[in-house]
């Protein structure tokens, strides 16, 4: 079951925890500079199609949840600055918040979400 966005802005849904804004990031350009620059994130971003990620140059500590292809969390990492993500192999897509978020929110293993908006041909 293949999902692809455009670039935007929609809402993440966690299935039994919150809704909140979410920015996605679909072309290559937009995944590569994710939170990269940033202070401070509002909501969470969403990297896809994407099984890692780094944060080199990243000014905060960021959570990272690895979605599979059915948007089921796979698993939940809170990453320092300037630290590389090995790849999750079942991971298809990733989350990025600041460091908080995802506990905040109820994304943990086994949790499925649902992304709202922005949604490209294909």
């Known amino acids: 079951m293949g999902r692809r966005w455009r670039d ?5 849904v966690v299935y039994g925890g ?3 804004p979410l920015e996605i ?3 290559y350009r937009a995944r590569t500079r994710g939170l990269l ?3 401070a994130a509002e909501g969470a971003m969403l990297l896809s199609p994407a099984n ?3 944060t080199f140059r990243m000014r905060m500590p960021i959570d990272v949840a690895y979605l599979d292809r059915e948007l089921v969390v796979v698993a939940v990492r809170t990453m320092r600055p300037w630290r590389l993500g090995l790849p999750r192999l079942r991971a298809r897509h990733v989350l990025e918040a ?3 978020g995802m506990a905040e929110w109820g994304v943990r293993v086994g949790v499925r979400v ?3 908006g ?3 041909a294909g």
């Open 98 to 100: 600041e460091a908080g």
């Open 114 to 116: 649902e992304v709202r």
């Open 37 to 39: 620059g940033r202070d």
């Open 8 to 12: 935007g802005r929609g809402e993440l």
């Open 18 to 20: 919150a809704t909140v």
């Open 118 to 120: 922005a949604v490209g």
């Open 25 to 27: 990031a679909a072309s």
């Open 52 to 54: 890692s990620v780094h």
